[in-house]
């Protein structure tokens, strides 16, 4: 959870948090090859320090794929 709002973290937090775009983010979490490694230690660093965790039930929703 995101101490001043009691929520847990979005991509958004983490985008913040990183100063980067939520789309970067994203390429992050994806392993996409076009993310600078200075900007992918950024991200990372951001994801471990708000606890940001991947929601698979909106990502469910987004691909049409249930991963089960």
Known sequence: MTKSSGRLPRLEDVAERAGVSHQTVSRVINDH????KGTRERVEAAITELG???????????????QT
């Open 33 to 36: 090859p076009n993310v600078s």
């Open 52 to 66: 940001y965790r991947r929601n698979t039930a909106a990502r469910s929703l987004v691909t049409r794929r249930s």
